[in-house]
């Protein structure tokens, strides 16, 4: 890969994500700024621009791409597009960043992954979980035995119908499998998956089956399924997205031999350890204010020659392999 001593970044699709969470980190970082942004709504494109201080818009994905001063590209569009644009940002030789879920499937990974490599272009994918401080520290302690030999984990995640939005299901794209490759199951199981293999490297094995309950949308509203990672550790997850409120549930539960750890993916930048034969213990850290500014920090090192992304297209895709395994619909 060749080294870029600044980073000059294009945006497709500057949406909500783009607000706080990822874009005006860019702009922070020393040897990075923003190029240049795209949306399809050229009022909207200069309107996100003069906000944040952007010179240059456009309302042509293909313009930005190819734009000389732009040298890296950040595909921030529902799923359904990612493949489309991360082909034609490593045609032009342009390393790529793509928000997660990284595809609508394991197969479009695969697709984004092959044409990066054959035109010499890192591909970096948007699990910034992987960077944060609290879940770097639990990764830390697992590494060092603190639990002891892990034995099982499992995810619990419930979101009641009401906070899911679904009156907005028309204009939710999250909910639109043709767009989103799935429902929220696609959007936020994504995130989980793709931390627990921080933790604990690959899964080899996944099964599961989903179902559409409530019937407000077409995508499937309750996932459960199980897994196996590599390294023998097993584990389990039961998402639903229909449930009553006041039944709001979000918690990955880690069980070793020695110990236990339990904390919110979603929540604040804190989690729970106890160790055999002491009390539960709680470790909190501050959160950066653009979420996705430690993960950036890395591309951008990365891209410099002098540090590593720890999420790539080949980790991300794996979260896309296994949710395609569990996300099965039911038998008839």
């Not at 870029?4 to 699709?13: A, D, E, N, R, Y």
Request: hydrophobic content about 35%; glycine content about 8%.
């Amino acid at each position: 890969m060749k080294t870029l001593s600044k980073i000059s970044w294009g945006i497709v699709g500057v949406g909500n994500v783009c607000e706080v969470k990822s874009a005006p980190a860019m702009q922070l970082i020393p040897n990075s700024r923003i190029e240049a942004v795209m949306r399809r709504n050229t009022e909207k494109a200069e309107d996100y621009a003069k906000r944040h201080g952007i010179a240059k818009w456009y309302s042509d994905a293909d313009a930005l791409i190819n734009d000389p001063k732009v040298n890296s590209i950040y595909i921030a569009t529902p799923p359904k597009y990612h493949l489309e644009m991360t082909s034609k940002a490593a045609k032009a030789g342009k390393p790529v960043y793509v928000e997660k879920p990284m595809a609508r499937n394991f197969g479009e990974c695969r697709k984004m992954i092959e044409v990066c490599k054959k035109h010499g272009v890192p591909l970096f994918v948007a699990y910034y979980r992987r960077a944060l401080p609290h879940f770097v520290r639990i990764k830390e302690l697992l590494d060092q035995g603190e639990i002891g030999s892990v034995r099982t984990v499992h995810i619990n995640l419930k979101q009641s119908l009401e906070s899911t939005l679904v009156a907005d299901s028309e204009t939710n794209w999250r909910v639109i499998p043709e767009i989103a490759g799935g429902g929220y199951f696609y959007d936020l199981a994504s995130h989980q998956l793709d931390l627990l293999d921080f933790f604990f490297g690959p899964i080899q094995h996944a099964s599961g089956y989903s179902a559409n309950q409530a019937g407000e949308y077409e995508a499937e509203d309750i996932v459960v399924g199980n897994f196996v990672f590599e390294n023998g550790v097993l584990g389990s997850g039961n998402w639903c997205f229909t449930t009553v409120e006041g039944a709001e549930t979000d918690q990955i539960h880690i069980i070793g031999r020695k110990g236990e750890i339990r904390f919110e993916t979603f929540g604040k930048g804190e989690f729970e350890i106890r160790r055999e034969g002491k009390n539960w213990h709680k470790e909190i850290y501050a959160l950066p204010k653009h979420i996705q500014q430690p993960l950036i920090e890395t591309i951008v090192s990365e891209l410099r020659g002098d540090g590593i992304c720890p999420s790539k297209g080949e980790s991300a895709a794996r979260a896309n392999w296994v949710m395609d395994q569990v996300a099965k619909p039911p038998v008839s």
